[in-house]
C-alpha cells in the first residue's frame, strides 16, 4: 500500500466516530497494537527530542523499506506514533521523504492536541523523515 494509500485509510476510519473522546480511545487501542521496538534500542540516542513524553523510534532498512518500531510511555504519545508508523514504515525513503502529512489535519489530530502535544508531533514527524534521508543518502 503506498504512504496515501494509508493515510486515506486512516482518515476514513477516524471519521467513523462521532467525537473526540472516541477518537482518542481509538488512538489508545492503535498505540496498543503498535510494533514495540527491542528493549535493546529504548536509549536516550532514540528518543525523540522535543516530546513531552518519552518516544523511542527505532528504523531499519530490509529490501529497500524502513520498517520503524517505537514505544513511548505515555498512552496518548503512544497512538499518536503508532499512526505515523503506520503510515511511513515498510515504505521506501524516497517515498517517506517526498510524503505530506496533511492527513494529520485532516483527521483533526493537531487541533485536538496540547501545544506541547502537537510540537512532539512535529519532531516525531521530523525524525521519521531524518531516518529516511539517512537511508536515502546510502541507497545512492
Known sequence: MSIEDI?????????????WEERYQYMIDLGKDLPLIDDQYKTDSNIIKGCQS??????EMKDNKIVFTADS????????????????????PKDIIEAETDFIDDIGLK???????ANGLVSMIR???MYAIAYQTQLN
Do not use: Y
Open 73 to 92: 510511555d505515555a498512552i496518548i504519545t503512544k497512538g499518536i506514533i503508532a499512526i505515523l508508523i503506520r503510515t511511513f514504515s515498510n515504505q521506501q
Open 127 to 129: 525524525q521519521l523523515k
Open 111 to 117: 487541533e485536538h492536541l496540547s501545544p506541547t502535544r
Open 7 to 19: 493515510q486515506n485509510e486512516i482518515i476514513d476510519e477516524f471519521s467513523m466516530f462521532e467525537d
Open 54 to 59: 518519552k518516544v523511542w523510534v527505532h528504523a
